[in-house]
């Protein structure tokens, strides 16, 4: 019982951040040494709220990382157009890994089949027919059809 009391009085000496892993260590504790204690379902439970903290966190960075992508593909497409094309596959590698939707406007400004960053009326037609806009990447001749309004 003593053990016990020990492990949660250092909790409350812990700082904020570390709870969660300290939570975890006591689970497997609790576990380990008091078979009763704890079902597996529970735990199962709890480890698998953990992970979903850890995926949105990572998903929020991802974004971040994209739009900063985009900001310097746009701030290198005079000088160094390759470089830019670079800056797309990789925000849109990341956008498929982490499964993060780009927005409409990124969307737009990246051709789906080269990866080139579209600027209009340099390497990108924009065309309005029938309530359909499309966008043709000069590089590579790709249509991208999108309603509006």
């Known amino acids: 019982m003593a053990g016990k009391l020990l492990c949660v009085v250092r909790i409350v000496l812990v700082h904020i951040s570390e709870i969660s892993a ?29 992970r979903r903290k850890k995926q949105d966190a990572q998903k929020t ?12 593909a746009e701030s290198q497409f005079k ?6 094309r670079r800056y797309m596959v990789l925000a849109t590698r990341m956008a498929e890994r982490y499964k993060v939707h780009l927005t409409k406007d990124q969307k737009r400004k990246c051709c789906k089949k080269c990866h080139a960053y579209l ?3 340099v ?12 966008i043709r990447c000069l590089e590579c001749n790709q249509l991208r059809r999108l309603k509006y309004k």
């Open 61 to 72: 960075i991802a974004l971040e990382r994209i739009s900063t992508l985009f900001k310097e």
């Open 119 to 121: 600027v209009q009326g």
């Open 79 to 84: 000088e160094y157009p390759e470089l830019s």
């Open 22 to 50: 300290i939570l975890r260590l006591l689970l497997i504790y609790y576990l380990y040494f008091s078979k009763t204690f704890i079902k597996p379902g529970v735990f199962y439970i709890f480890m698998h709220m953990m």
């Open 123 to 134: 390497n990108s037609r924009i065309r309005l027919q029938h309530g359909i806009l499309v």
